[in-house]
C-alpha cells in the first residue's frame, strides 16, 4: 500500500523546515517498492507567523490532511497532537529528502 507524505522543505533537497514555519509541502507517493514519485508542491501560509488569523495551524493541517504523515525538521508537541488526531504521523527527520523517505519506508516495513 502506498503512502502519501507531505515534507516540509524550502529547497527540494533537505527536510530542513519546522512545521509551523514551512512556507511550502512537497507531496510524494512513497510506493511499495520503497521508491517515491513527487506529486505537488503546496503553498502554505506558516502557523507560527499568522497574527490576527484565528487557526492557521488548523489551515496548515487542512492543507495536507490527504497525506498519511509529514516530513519535518521540527514541530512542536501542540502541532505535533493535532497532526495526530487528524490521522496524520509526523516525523522529525532532517535529513536529504532521499534519504529520509528511504528511514520512512524502512520504519512502514518494521510495522507490516
Do not use: W
Not at 20 to 47: C, H, M, W
Not at 78 to 105: C, F, M, N, R, T
Amino acid at each position: 500500500m502506498s503512502h502519501k507524505i507531505a515534507i516540509a522543505s524550502s529547497d527540494g533537497k533537505y527536510v530542513n523546515q519546522h512545521f509551523g514555519r514551512a512556507q511550502q509541502f512537497l507531496i510524494v507517493e512513497l510506493k511499495d517498492d520503497g521508491s517515491y514519485e513527487y506529486l505537488e508542491t503546496r503553498k502554505n501560509v506558516p502557523a507560527c507567523k499568522v497574527e490576527g488569523h484565528d487557526s492557521p495551524l488548523e489551515d496548515s493541517i487542512n492543507l495536507i490532511s490527504d497525506c498519511d504523515g509529514v516530513l519535518v525538521s521540527q514541530v512542536g508537541q501542540g502541532a505535533a497532537d493535532e497532526l495526530i488526531s487528524h490521522g496524520i504521523q509526523p516525523v522529525i527527520i532532517p535529513l536529504l529528502i532521499e534519504d529520509a523517505l528511504k528511514k520512512v519506508y524502512d520504519l512502514i516495513q518494521k510495522e507490516n
